[in-house]
């Protein structure tokens, strides 16, 4: 009976060994990417956006591009290039 009962604390040591392992590399990874957060919202600030109203940027940023591309596509001569083809 002694020996079951050595073989259940045994696997219940090494269990509870691996979770303390496994919540110290959680913890790393965890503060590595609050550390990349941090570095991604001073990038951010560094481009004069608030991290606050950022979709709003890309957003504002987005439809100034399609604004671009519409106006670039008007100059560009379709019907001569339609007759060249």
Known sequence: MSTAI???LS????????????RYK????????LKQQEEILEQIRA???DPEMLEQEIDKLEREIAQLADEVESLIPWDLIKGQA
């Open 47 to 49: 481009e004069q956006v």
């Open 6 to 8: 050595d073989h259940k």
């Open 11 to 22: 696997t219940l040591k090494d269990g509870l060994a691996k979770a303390k392992d496994m």
């Open 26 to 33: 959680a913890e790393l990874r965890k503060d590595a990417l």
